[in-house]
């Protein structure tokens, strides 16, 4: 599905992220510029964009003269980064619990709608966006600007292996069960209840993100 509010480098750069999680390119394969300017409808520009900001996540390891090649985190490395990310968003839901502000718990519920009409359109794309927005309000509700930013940092890590793992089975109703849970908490100001169910939200993914991978394997 095509966001009119991302540049085409962008886009690029989504789709490939995916791709890579998803286990469509082994370790250190090289990525054929020219082939995907065509499988992806654009010029080499967007795609040498794209290998750039995919090196800025980890992804992708940019060698002179040499070109773009995928590196893929072994499983225990997505693990480790699972752990620290359900402790970073513990962290920001039980601060969020003291601090958020009618508004901000508004606007979550307003994405917390768009999920559900996702959810029953069985619309992936659509689902991750909306949820992934309804996290950064979390963030943001903590109070705490660093905070906020270093967990921004490690979502955008982590992205396309929370997406994918909302194709997977039940996932979906799962998670927005878990999400009614965790807005429930916030609402009640209640910061232990808010912090464990965020924890134990995010540990889910990893289990989900493990299963999808030994089914593609």
């Not at 510029?33 to 290998?51: C, G, I, K, Y």
């Not at 620290?84 to 901000?104: D, F, G, H, I, K």
């Not at 490690?154 to 997406?163: E, G, K, N």
């Amino acid at each position: 599905m095509i966001d009119e509010k991302l540049s085409t480098s962008e886009q690029v750069c989504d789709q490939l992220e995916q791709l890579i999680a998803a286990g469509s390119f082994e370790d250190g394969e090289r990525l054929d510029e020219n082939r995907l300017a065509q499988r992806f409808n654009t010029s080499r520009t967007p795609v040498r964009e794209a290998f750039r900001l995919l090196s800025a996540r980890g992804h992708v390891e940019i060698r002179r003269n040499r070109g773009a090649f995928v590196r893929l985190p072994n499983f225990s490395e997505v693990v480790e980064m699972f752990e620290v990310m359900s402790e970073m968003e513990a962290w920001c839901a039980r601060l969020a619990a003291l601090r958020v502000t009618p508004a901000q718990l508004i606007l979550m519920e307003d994405h917390l709608e768009r999920c559900e009409t996702a959810l029953r359109a069985a619309d992936v794309a659509t689902y991750y966006t909306e949820n992934a927005a309804f996290h950064a309000l979390i963030y943001e509700a903590s109070g705490n600007a660093f905070l906020a930013q270093e967990t921004r940092k490690l979502q955008a890590r982590l992205a396309s292996y929370r997406r994918i793992q909302l194709g997977h089975s039940d996932r979906m109703v799962k998670s927005m069960a878990e999400h009614r849970a965790i807005i429930d908490a916030l609402i009640d100001h209640d910061p232990d209840r808010a912090s464990k169910l965020v924890r134990r939200h995010i540990q889910v993914q990893s289990q989900f993100y493990e299963a999808f991978r030994r089914a593609r394997t």
